[in-house]
């Protein structure tokens, strides 16, 4: 399974961005996904969850109210809307899967808000 994120970019605060994940390969096989993230000098962040249905999400305290993760599964792909951004949501962003007997991540893409 590979996975590759995409829709990254500049954004001033208060903007918008959605990202993607788009999995190819053995994708049938994929459970729960999650988006992370890690900003420079930190540890790497779970920042939501989505089950395989779609049907329950979580989010971290700190993005609550304001990233709606989502996928859909006919087309092997998972989402993030993130409003309302904030300096502070400058990070890399990557795409993790669940597999049949391991995880799987993306590449990465990289989000930046100014002020």
């Known amino acids: 399974v590979q996975l590759v994120e995409s829709g990254g970019g500049l954004v001033q605060a208060g903007g918008s961005l959605r990202l993607s994940c788009a999995a190819s390969?053995?994708?049938?096989?994929?459970?729960?996904m999650r988006w992370y993230r890690q900003a420079p000098g930190k540890q790497r962040e779970l920042v939501a969850f989505?089950?395989?249905?779609?049907?329950?999400?979580s989010y971290a305290d700190s993005v609550k109210g304001r990233f709606t993760i989502s996928r859909d599964n006919a087309k092997n792909t998972m989402y993030l809307q993130m409003n309302s951004l904030k300096p502070e949501d400058t990070a890399v962003y990557y795409c993790n899967a669940d597999g049949e007997r391991t995880d799987y991540w993306g590449q990465g893409t990289q989000v930046t808000v100014s002020s």
């Open positions: 390969g053995s994708s049938f096989s994929i459970g729960a």
């Open positions: 989505i089950t395989v249905s779609g049907l329950s999400t």
